[in-house]
């Protein structure tokens, strides 16, 4: 498969599973109880929630493209690639989430990525 | 002030343990596959035989307390927040590489260190909630 189809399907997947599973959360509320039996409620409610069960689908989808990527590319290519997903995921969750994202974040996204370039080198 | 310092000292506890167990898990990780000899077209079966190696075992265990820390982070926090400061594992990892692999570190991926660092701090300034939009889940 096409290399750069891959970087795609990497970073389209990824993004949708991380706004997925920020939307579960975002609805399940904060947690503030860490005892035993109150993280197990928290898994199981978890469990059953479609936000929660389709964004772990999509990462999973994304996890395993990107395995399928480094089979087809170099993994200096993989990483950076896959990085701007990183910039990706700051946009949507703007776009879908309604976060506010200042120009603070703004920068912290995009120097990370280019960070995550300069590391792959 | 006494909960929104409760609030901050929990965020930063959770944002260490994501990143701490997200390095260590990957490294672990690392380490066990290089000890097992696994043929790429090794069949879905013969993958299961991994978890018999402990380095394995247990940096899948911390990848599930990464995983179980940031799902907390982002029951408060925003996804534009976690994302950046976590990535602070970047750093680690390389730091990991440095220490324990004796790996090359070249002045290019200290560059990249330095950019992520820096972006990382940019981050963990701002609110975990965003600075404007109030939350009507959280008080």
């Known amino acids: ?121 | 002030m006494t909960i929104n310092r409760s609030r901050e000292f929990k965020n930063q506890v959770f944002v260490w343990l994501a990143v701490t167990a997200n390095t260590v898990g990957n490294f672990l990780l690392s380490v066990g596959m290089h000890r097992i000899e696994l043929s790429p077209s090794a069949s879905p079966l013969e993958y299961l035989r991994i978890f018999a190696n402990p380095w394995i075992d247990a940096g899948v265990m911390l990848l599930i307390v990464w995983f179980a820390s940031q799902l907390s982070l982002l029951s408060w926090a925003d996804l534009s927040y976690v994302l950046p400061v976590t990535s602070a594992s970047y750093v680690l990892t390389a730091v990991l590489g440095k220490i324990f692999l004796h790996e090359m570190v070249s002045i290019g991926r200290w560059s990249g260190i330095f950019a992520i660092s820096v972006g990382v701090m940019l981050v963990m300034g701002t609110s975990p909630q965003g600075e404007i939009r109030s939350r009507e889940e959280l008080p």
């Open chain 1, 1 to 121: 498969m096409n290399a750069w189809l891959l970087v795609l399907v990497s970073i389209l997947s990824g993004t949708a599973g991380d706004l997925l599973t920020a939307k579960s959360m975002r609805d399940h509320g904060e947690i503030s109880d860490f005892r035993l039996g109150a993280v197990a409620g928290v898994g199981a409610r978890l469990a059953r929630d479609f936000s929660m069960i389709t964004g772990v689908v999509a990462q999973a989808v994304s996890f395993f493209s990107f395995v399928a990527l480094l089979g087809v590319a170099e993994l200096s290519f993989a990483v950076p690639a896959t990085a701007l997903g990183n910039v990706a995921k700051t946009l949507f969750a703007k776009i879908f989430l309604n976060e506010y994202v200042s120009w603070r974040r703004w920068a912290g996204a995009l120097l990370v990525a280019f960070g995550v370039y300069l590391v792959s080198l």
